[in-house]
């Protein structure tokens, strides 16, 4: 049943001769730049990354860079305001290439935003400073006015819709919206948390039919959301516009709990860069458009509406409650593309609480405690030296929260190409003299 499943997905991904592009375009090899200013929150989504070659190891948890001054100007709380952004690092969040500003000051709608970095980097080798600049606004109207559902009955924010079951999951709820002219595109988003439950879907339906395995682990998610759709603000012949009357299929939402549909009105420079790069990125015959002079990537700014839904279901539908799902993904060995049966909860770095769980198990019959309070000698008494430069690896070696992944660091090294880890390793080795792995 297998070999059938993989023949239909072969056959339907085949392409033909139009597949072949002749045009080869070079790699842009600096600085990409992924920027957003948001209507009503913080500056906070401000990340910067750089290509790395097939051989380096791309270390997300340290920074890449030497030096990185970042402004943002523009109106907030009322105020033309400027200020530097500094490392997402508060609170253990780990995440350096990306920057945040004062939780304090809040953009405001139809206004207008200037970036402007410096960063100095190793570029190849060579020590570079590369300055970049864009601009964005703020659209200044987008409103959702009503919606419908899969029965086409009107629904406020805040009221209960029914998931229904295949095929009628692959019919819509429709959004109206009110916006202004200087609006490009709109990205909903859904966000949800960890009390939802996920519904059996069209796609199962269609999998049965080559297969006999009821597969729970198709209905894991390892995230608080996902995109659903991206609509543009234009029209095409005497055709209504996307924007007018916003789609969200069934099958995309969970069956059971409540979710919040984020709608981020953007920029026509957003919808360039998301048609041009983010989905045609395959396609070397199109020619990715940015915004940022100087460099590659987005600096756009986002009007975004918050569209509350409580979602039900028949008695007749299986769900699948998030938690139980992420756990039977975590814990399965047979899986078509783990070969080794290597359990899940070592091979992808999701599962890594999973693991915790397992670890705590054979330590202690108390309550478990947050992963970085485990005790180092009784993790490694359970783990070998390899599983536990894996278990580091998965949370990007924490060594300023848990000091003994800096010898599962060094360990780490020893086999990886990247200029980033030297560098943290150097700087590790020089305050760690007396570290085994160093010598």
Known sequence: MKRKLLLFLLLFSCQGPWSYYPENPETYQGIWVYAYIVSGRPVKNVCLDKLHSLKEVRMQGFAFYEEANIKISGSFNGKDTAFFLEPDIADYAHNPNCFVGPKDLIADIGKNYELDISITWDSAGRRTTSEFNASTYIPQKFKILRAY??????????????????????????????????????????????????????????????????????????????????????????????????????????????????????TPDYFKFQNTFLQGGSDSRIKPIYNIEGGAGIFAGMLVDTFEVNVDTLNSIKVYPFLAAQEYYCKDTDRDDNESNTPNWILHKECVWYWDKLIWDKISTQPMPPWYEIPSDKLRAVLSAEEFITWCEHRYFPIDRYPPCGSAMVRFSKSKNSPVLDREVKKWCEEHKDDPECG
Do not use: H
Not at 156 to 170: E, Q, S
Not at 228 to 252: C, F, R, T
């Open 149 to 266: 559902d899969l029965l086409k009955q009107q629904f406020k924010p805040g009221d209960t819709i029914v998931y229904l079951p295949a095929p009628m999951d692959l019919q819509s709820n429709y959004f109206i919206p009110e916006y202004s002219d200087d609006i490009g595109s709109v990205l909903v988003t859904m966000a949800y948390g960890q009390d939802v439950f996920w519904g059996e879907n069209s796609i199962d339906k269609f999998i049965e039919n080559f297969t006999e395995r009821n597969d729970t682990a198709r209905k894991a998610r390892f995230d608080n959301g996902r995109i659903l759709i991206s609509v543009e603000n234009q029209q095409y012949s005497d055709m209504p516009k996307a924007i007018d009357s916003i789609p969200i299929m069934g099958i995309n939402m969970p069956a059971i709990g409540e979710i919040k549909l984020l709608f981020y009105a953007s």
